[in-house]
């Protein structure tokens, strides 16, 4: 029987455990140092905040892994050695291999900051962080997080859950507008400085300062401001987590290269999740996903390569999803921060200014190309058809109703984007039709 | 920005000032059950009426009349030996001498053989005075299957006649004592009037010392935690970190004073009379009649709905769903189930809660009920129809449009209150399959059970018989009103809410949701639908599941959620922080679903949106 080893119990190396064990019998084993159980890491801020525990974060009882005969084993790899196909584990084991599947996920980058490595700064990724920043976040006052993206403005929020006071430093202009478009990342702002967060923008580290004890004190920006503070996030992006792999033949750059089967260089060696580097991304794609979505996907793709049925990465439709803070984030297609020349985009926000719509589409053709939204939820099926058979623009905000996901009584806005759109496009209106009240009474 | 603007200190202060307030209301609340004394005298014995058992009530409480007690528990434990020493009274007065069964039997010989004829009794019991009488005719009717049987020898004879002897005298602890029932009911009512001193004396300032504060106090806690200077959005932060919403010492207090004012509301309300007292002025302006305690459950019931429905209303401000559900179910318990039956009553019509439904309202059948709404002229002969027309059309029309939910979290009571009282404890139910098998049992089983005794009651009705296959009916009823109705509805399913979530009965025990969930499994166009592949396993929909439904199974494997058990109360959809989630109606067909996550093509063919 085939010994198919899974170094990292994340959603990539989990899926793919699962999804083998549906079409073979092989013995599986799932390698991690994390924890014994795999749980949601996108949950891992709720823990802190109490809105859950550790075992609500668990997808799956105990019993389901031996009921599927997926061994899960507590260790550490330290090294791989690929030609005795034999892993070197911190326990003083070895283990054997036929199949290996690299999905050992990732770690908080540190830019070499001075201080990066004090007691009380720390990233914010794995259940180790978590413990971290629940040992050194106690009975403080201050914290300061280094880098605007989706895990700084989560770990804000939970900070915030503690009473403890924020400062958030972000190098860009706008929060997160390396995604985000303008008024979107504007929005966030806003939002961010409503919940009382001290919001620098275009403010770097240049270095964190010990106290007496080793224990951070302050920290000092960019422009020679220090800040108190007895915690420090860094939480400036993370990076492929291959440091143990350093000594094996198996090929890296960023992250360890496979080809669109999830093949390394070595036969029998794959590698899936955020850990991994398309040599050739696809298009429109990046080299490494590090989305929740994109592990489960690598997950159940690189399965069916393993179960010998060679199956190469095809990913739908891109979307993703946060919520930040109170507002909640879609997106669906290729929106990104600047929009492409070729896309042309309308733009609705409500007067709260909580609530936006943004539909972009190919100023050629006029095909949808995308859809964001804050403060309102589309449904992924709707949009993700749409993008695969290139919808008419006009079709889609015709059609928006379809969309919809708000949950029953939520206003709607299409009316809005009707609007706006025949703004856009005078000489070819759309007349929308008067809802049917019954049959929106009886659907609730 | 001042610090002072970051974490306004204000709310805190407010915040605290509203504990502080409650705990006082409480505290001032729990201390009026020890504030009145008691004083029996006869005209209170004789508030409660005429005849023979007060009259002996009077004697036999002789020593403790125009005596004052201080403690309630003293004055109930002397009234309670005084109607039992009246019962023993009455039990001696009317009873017969087995002797007099003998005395009979020498008197039936005829030519060597023992014939037993009614005309007997004359001889042996004449009627001298009402006593004799009473036994004279008693004897008459619980002897008439002996008339005319002849007996070998007169000891056979005497055998039977004790027998019967034994059986009269039984019989008088309930046609001629207080029955259990009613010197339950008795002790209540003396106790409650027995009462004199502060309490009875500044009524309106102890409603405010009490019921006052609490409203008051609650209302600025919650003012100031889910309002005042905060954000619209989810509110979930230290729920597991509270002693009082993660089974910490708080719940488990909690949990022990419901599950003890359950036991004393149900089986000893005479040491709950001052808090009757303090209901009194409300029941004279709704009904025109003093309160019993269970007017007191109806309006602790309906405050604690209200309040913490406004509650919720702070907390998902931001959610029109809820919003609507909760403004749904404090109105329905406040005019179905507490005000309009209360007028009802008021005009000595039948005080139906128009919107409980058999087999919840598992009495509806029950002889009382039925004779009363028969005897109610139009409105009662309506309000059998209405309650049957609840039961066949309403339940499964309402439930194939809309799901269970139009009920269980809109309009039913026992929601109402799991919906505001419970919230706070709904992630504590246990969302393991091994609870899911358990409730599906008990569930199931108590719907039989409610059948079962509905059947044998409505057998005895239509019969006149009591006896169905050699169990008697009313044993199942008192069973059903003893185990279903007051242990497991009242005691456990409200008390546990801290320490099994607040579903407890709702999902374990109530037939009407068994009912229900039926329907909705099997024919409605209710469902929860995920959304495509963008569920991030987090956990939080199954945790804050009241019911236990392990949302999160069907949500990472991209399956519509189709469970009985679903009171669709939208809190996973409110608590999803990626908008996977929505409650629906839809076209039944494509209920269930084959599960499928969007957005990978490696080898799945995408399925085409639905419309």
């Known amino acids: 029987m085939k010994n198919i080893v899974i170094i990292g119990n994340g959603v990539a190396g989990i899926t793919a455990a699962r999804h083998i064990r549906k079409r073979s019998d092989a013995t599986i084993t799932v390698i991690s140092a994390e924890t014994d159980y795999f749980f949601s890491r996108t949950a891992l801020m709720y823990i802190y905040m109490g809105h859950m525990k550790f075992e609500h974060t668990k997808p799956y009882e105990d019993w389901f892994w031996e009921k599927n005969n997926i061994n899960l084993m507590n260790d550490y790899v330290e090294s791989v050695d690929t030609d005795g196909r034999r892993l070197q584990l911190r326990s003083g084991n070895t283990m054997m291999w036929d199949v290996l599947l690299l999905a050992t996920g990732s770690k908080p980058n540190k830019f070499g900051w001075p201080g990066q490595d004090l007691k009380g700064v720390g990233g914010m990724y794995s259940w180790q962080d978590l413990q971290n920043i629940e040992q050194y976040t106690k009975n403080i006052r201050r914290a300061v997080i280094v880098g605007g993206g989706l895990i700084g403005i989560e770990l804000a929020e939970m900070l915030l859950s503690r009473n403890i006071e924020v400062t958030f430093l972000v190098r860009e202009s706008s929060f997160w507008n390396i995604v985000l478009p303008p008024e979107e990342s504007a929005m966030i702002n806003r939002h961010i400085r409503e919940h009382h967060i001290d919001l620098r923008l275009e403010t770097e580290l240049r270095k964190i300062l010990p106290d007496a004890h080793g224990r951070v004190r302050a920290v000092i920006t960019g422009p020679g401001e220090e800040i108190e503070c007895g915690f420090v996030g860094l939480t400036a992006g993370v990076s492929p987590n291959i440091g143990f792999l350093k000594s094996s033949n198996i090929k890296t750059d960023r992250g360890i290269l496979i080809n669109e089967f999830f093949e390394t260089n070595i036969p029998g060696v794959y590698a899936a999740g955020d850990c991994a580097q398309f040599e050739k991304p696809l298009p429109g794609r990046r080299a490494i996903e590090q989305v929740w979505y994109t592990g489960r996907m690598h997950g159940e793709t690189v399965a069916r390569t393993i179960c010998g049925e060679r199956t190469a990465y095809r990913p739908g439709p891109w979307f993703n999803s946060a919520k930040f803070l109170d507002i909640g984030y879609q997106v669906y297609g290729d929106i990104i921060n600047p929009l492409p020349d070729h896309l042309e985009n309308l733009y609705w926000e409500h007067p709260d200014g909580k609530h936006a719509i943004r539909i972009a589409w190919d100023r050629e053709t006029r095909q949808l190309k995308g859809i964001n939204l804050m403060g309102i939820r589309f449904r992924h099926d709707v949009c993700d058809a749409w993008l695969r058979r290139s919808a008419a623009l006009k079709e889609v905000v015709q059609d928006l109703k379809a969309a919809l996901f708000d949950p029953e009584f939520y206003k709607s806005y299409e009316q809005e984007i009707v609007n706006l759109y025949n703004d856009k496009f005078p000489d070819n209106r759309i007349t929308s039709g008067k809802k049917k009240r019954l049959a929106t009474l009886i659907n609730f | ?611």
């Open chain 2, 1 to 611: 920005m001042t610090e002072n603007d970051r974490f306004p200190m204000k709310n805190k202060t407010l915040k605290t000032s509203g504990l502080i307030i409650f705990l006082t209301g409480f505290f001032v609340f729990v201390l009026s059950l020890t504030l009145s004394n008691y004083t029996l005298t006869g005209k209170i014995i004789h508030r409660q009426g005429n005849g023979e058992r007060l009259a002996a009530l009077t004697d036999a409480a002789a020593p403790m009349l125009n005596v004052t007690y201080a403690s309630n528990i003293s004055f109930v434990h002397d009234l309670k030996e005084a109607i039992d020493k009246a019962n023993r009274a009455i039990i001696a007065k009317y009873s017969i001498d087995e002797k007099v069964g003998e005395k009979i039997a020498e008197e039936a010989a005829e030519d060597g053989k023992y014939i037993f004829r009614s005309t007997l009794i004359d001889k042996v019991l004449p009627t001298e005075d009402e006593i004799t009488k009473y036994q004279n005719q008693t004897f008459r009717d619980y002897a008439g299957w002996l008339e005319g049987k002849t007996f070998d020898n007169k000891e056979a004879l005497a055998e039977q006649l004790v027998f019967v002897i034994r059986n009269i005298n039984n019989s008088l602890s309930y046609k001629k004592a207080f029955d259990s029932y009613s010197a339950k009911n008795l002790l209540f009512w003396l106790t409650k009037d027995a009462a004199s001193g502060i309490l009875r004396d500044n009524l309106r300032l102890w409603i405010f010392l009490s019921f006052g504060l609490i409203i008051l106090g609650a209302f600025l806690y919650f003012y100031s935690t889910y309002y005042r200077g905060t954000i619209a959005g989810i509110k979930n932060n230290g729920i597991f970190m509270s002693p009082a919403t993660a089974r910490g010492w708080i719940g488990i207090a909690l949990g022990v004073f419901m599950i003890s004012f359950y036991i004393m509301l149900y089986f000893y309300p005479e040491y709950l009379t001052n808090w009757v007292l303090l209901v009194d002025p409300l029941s004279y302006r709704l009904n025109g009649g003093p309160a019993s305690h269970w007017f007191l459950y109806g309006t602790l019931y309906t405050m604690a709905v209200a309040v913490m429905g406004i509650r919720m209303l702070l907390k998902y401000r931001h959610n029109p769903y809820q919003i609507l559900r909760t403004l749904s179910v404090i109105f329905f318990q406040t005019a179905f189930a507490f005000i309009i039956p209360e007028i009802l009553a008021s005009l000595h019509k039948p005080a139906v809660d128009l919107k409980n439904i058999w087999p919840l309202d598992y009495d509806f059948f029950y002889s009382y009920n039925l004779d009363e709404l028969m005897n109610s002229g139009m409105l009662g002969w309506f309000m059998l129809f209405w309650g049957i027309a609840l039961i066949i059309i309403a339940v499964p029309v309402f439930t194939y449009f809309f799901g269970k939910r139009w009920y269980c979290s809109w309009v039913c009571g026992c929601g109402g209150l799991a919906e505001t009282l419970g919230d706070p404890f709904r992630q504590l139910s246990d969302k393991s399959i091994r609870a899911w098998k358990i409730e599906r049992y008990l569930i199931y089983s108590v719907l039989v059970f409610a059948v079962v005794n509905t059947a044998g009651v409505l057998y005895t009705y239509f019969t006149g018989s009591y006896s169905v296959l050699g169990i008697g009916t009313e044993s199942i009823k008192s069973a059903y009103g003893f185990l279903i109705s007051s242990i497991f509805a009242g005691v456990v399913g409200t008390g546990f809410y801290p320490l099994m979530g607040n579903r407890v009965w709702c999902r374990f025990g109530c037939p009407l949701a068994a009912y229900l969930g039926v329907v909705q499994k099997f024919k409605s166009r209710f469902r929860i639908t995920t959304n495509g592949g963008q569920c991030i396993s987090c956990g939080n929909c199954s945790t804050y599941c009241e019911m236990g439904i392990d949302v999160r199974w069907y949500a990472q494997r991209g399956q519509n959620i189709v469970r009985a058990s679903c009171v669709g109360c939208g809190i996973c959809a409110a608590v999803c922080p990626r908008g996977v989630l929505r409650l629906e109606n839809n076209d039944p067909s494509d209920r269930f679903n084959t599960p499928h996550l969007t957005g990978n093509e490696s080898f799945r063919e995408p399925v085409d949106a639905p419309r």
